[in-house]
C-alpha cells in the first residue's frame, strides 16, 4: 500500500495562471480532503470530496475547484493564481472524514 | 465555524520531561480530536486520536485527554525523546471538517 500520493511535488507558476494538483486516496479510503498550509501555520481546510461530490467547502474563493474521480482520486484547480496562493498543498483521506491520512503536499510557488 | 486555538507556541523540555500542549476549541458539536506531528518537510503524521465519547487515550508515551464541558483537549508526551522534537497540531472535527490549530513548535534538549 503506497498510502496517499499526491503530483506534483513541487511547482512553479506566475499570477493569473491556471494549476492542476492531484491527489491519490490510500487504499480502501473513499474521502479526500484538501488543505492548504501556509508556512508557520496549520493546515487550512479547502474542500471534502466524497462519492465524487463536495461535501463540505471551507473559506476559499471560488477560484478553487476541486473533482473527485470513480476511483476516488481527486483533483484540486485553481485559476487566476495569485501571489498568496503560494502554499503547501496537502491531500488527505480518510473513510468518512475520521482518521485523515496526509499524502507529502505539493509545494506551489507563484511568481 | 469551529476555531481551534494552542497554547503555548513554542516549548521547550530536557530530554527525559514530560510535555503538554493544550488546545481550545469553539464548537460543542465537534465530535473528533486528533494530533498530528509534523517534521520539518514533511508531511503532518496523525499521532493519535479522541472521540467525543472518551474522556482520555494512551498509546506508549502519547496520551490525549478532552474535557467537553470545558471545551479543550491536551496532548501529553511522556519520557521525551529528541526525535519528539517537531511541531505538533490539534485538530477539531465540526460539520464533515477538521480545523487546525496554528501548531506548538516542540523542542527536546538533550
Known amino acids: 500500500d503506497a498510502g496517499v500520493t499526491q503530483s506534483p511535488t513541487h511547482l512553479i507558476k506566475t499570477r493569473g495562471q491556471q494549476v492542476t494538483l492531484r491527489c491519490s486516496p490510500k487504499s480502501g479510503h473513499d474521502t479526500v480532503s484538501w488543505y492548504q498550509q501556509a508556512l508557520g501555520q496549520g493546515p487550512q481546510f479547502i474542500f471534502q470530496?466524497?462519492?465524487?461530490?463536495?461535501?463540505q467547502r471551507g473559506n476559499f474563493p471560488d477560484r478553487f475547484s476541486g473533482h473527485q474521480f470513480p476511483n476516488y482520486s481527486s483533483e484540486l484547480n485553481v485559476n487566476a493564481l495569485l501571489l498568496g496562493d503560494s502554499a503547501l498543498y496537502l491531500c488527505?483521506?480518510?473513510?468518512?472524514?475520521?482518521?485523515?491520512?496526509f499524502g507529502p503536499g505539493t509545494r506551489l510557488t507563484v511568481l | 465555524g469551529e476555531n481551534v486555538e494552542q497554547h503555548p507556541s513554542t516549548l521547550s523540555v530536557q530530554e527525559g520531561d514530560s510535555a503538554v500542549i493544550k488546545c481550545t476549541y469553539s464548537d460543542s458539536a465537534s465530535n473528533y480530536f486528533p494530533w498530528y506531528k509534523q517534521e520539518l518537510g514533511k508531511r503532518p503524521q496523525l499521532i493519535i486520536d479522541i472521540r467525543s465519547n472518551v474522556g482520555e487515550k494512551k498509546d506508549q508515551r502519547i496520551a490525549v485527554t478532552l474535557n467537553k464541558t470545558a471545551k479543550h483537549f491536551s496532548l501529553h508526551i511522556t519520557e521525551t525523546q529528541p526525535e519528539d522534537s517537531a511541531v505538533y497540531f490539534c485538530a477539531a472535527r465540526g460539520n464533515n471538517r477538521l480545523a487546525f490549530g496554528k501548531g506548538n513548535q516542540v523542542v527536546v534538549i538533550p
Open positions: 470530496y466524497y462519492e465524487e461530490e463536495e461535501r
Open positions: 488527505a483521506s480518510s473513510v468518512n472524514g475520521f482518521n485523515e491520512f
